[in-house]
């Protein structure tokens, strides 16, 4: 008898749930959404999940960031129902929409996740000495320099390869060039523009922690060219 009264627990629950999940309705779900900003949630829900990053201050984003904002609850719903969660970085005005599963997380190489750790670096520097309100601006030889440091070497990466890793970086949003010209590692004084993204990408809460990730780097040599999370 227990087990009778267990079963039917157990069809009326899957019966409310296969009603719950034939009653949900797209329409519905963004019912508080103007209709000409309803048929651009399905692009900015790709848009999120494809660039990672959306920015308040850059052109191209602004819109789509607004909507965003403003309908905060309703898209950190329809992530959440792909598994991602959708954050907000108050102070840079920054979404990132992070994968809760390991399925759909960008695996870096080694000298690229050792770029992400220089740019960080180098932005927590900037920010502390000069107590910028703005996005900091480095050199290509600041960047070059604190590499070697970190390193002990610039591990024997060409011009090509050098270039490669940093349009890579520009790609993902955690820096651009300034008034728009092309990355020229030869030009040790070119400035680049660290965006507060690269505080998303590398979420360290201290500088100590930022070198204690350098001190387990140098502590293995150096020699693993496996990917990183």
Same mark, same amino acid.
């Given at each position: 008898?227990?087990?009778?009264?267990?079963?039917?627990?157990?069809?009326?629950?899957?019966?409310?749930?296969?009603?719950?999940?034939?009653?949900?309705?797209?329409?519905?779900?963004?019912?508080?959404?103007?209709?000409?900003?309803?048929?651009?949630?399905?692009?900015?829900?790709?848009?999120? =999940?494809?660039?990672?990053?959306?920015?308040?201050?850059?052109? #191209?984003?602004? !819109?789509?960031? @607004?909507?965003?904002? *403003? /309908?905060?609850?309703?898209?950190?719903?329809?992530?959440?129902?792909?598994?991602?969660? =959708?954050?907000?970085?108050?102070?840079?005005?920054?979404?990132? #929409?992070?994968? !809760?599963?390991? @399925?759909?997380?960008? *695996? /870096?190489?080694?000298?690229?996740?050792?770029?992400?750790?220089?740019?960080?670096?180098?932005?927590?520097?900037?920010?502390?000495?000069?107590?910028?309100?703005?996005?900091?601006?480095?050199?290509?030889?600041?960047? *070059?320099?604190?590499?070697?440091?970190?390193?002990?070497?610039?591990?024997?990466?060409?011009?090509?390869?050098?270039?490669?890793?940093?349009?890579?970086?520009?790609?993902?949003?955690?820096?651009?060039?300034?008034?728009? *010209?092309?990355?020229?590692?030869?030009?040790?004084?070119?400035?680049?523009?660290?965006?507060?993204?690269?505080?998303?990408?590398?979420?360290?809460?201290?500088?100590?922690?930022?070198?204690?990730?350098?001190?387990?780097?140098?502590?293995?040599?150096?020699?693993?060219?496996?990917?990183?999370?």
């Amino acid at each position: 008898m227990i087990l009778e009264n267990e079963t039917r627990i157990t069809c009326s629950c899957a019966t409310l749930i296969t009603e719950t999940i034939m009653s949900f309705n797209f329409e519905n779900l963004l019912s508080d959404i103007p209709e000409k900003s309803r048929r651009d949630v399905p692009r900015i829900v790709n848009r999120l =999940l494809g660039q990672t990053f959306l920015y308040q201050d850059v052109d #191209a984003d602004k !819109d789509d960031y @607004y909507i965003v904002h *403003r /309908y905060r609850a309703i898209f950190a719903g329809l992530l959440e129902l792909a598994g991602f969660s =959708l954050l907000h970085d108050d102070y840079h005005r920054i979404f990132q #929409a992070v994968s !809760d599963f390991s @399925y759909c997380r960008a *695996r /870096y190489k080694l000298d690229e996740s050792l770029m992400i750790v220089v740019l960080r670096k180098l932005y927590e520097e900037k920010i502390e000495h000069l107590s910028l309100a703005n996005d900091p601006v480095v050199t290509i030889g600041e960047v *070059r320099e604190e590499y070697r440091t970190i390193t002990g070497k610039e591990r024997d990466l060409g011009i090509i390869q050098y270039e490669t890793l940093l349009r890579r970086l520009r790609t993902i949003g955690l820096i651009e060039t300034i008034d728009g *010209r092309s990355i020229d590692v030869r030009d040790a004084e070119a400035r680049l523009r660290l965006r507060g993204s690269v505080k998303l990408i590398l979420p360290i809460q201290s500088v100590d922690e930022l070198d204690a990730w350098v001190r387990k780097y140098r502590a293995g040599g150096g020699e693993s060219e496996g990917d990183d999370e």
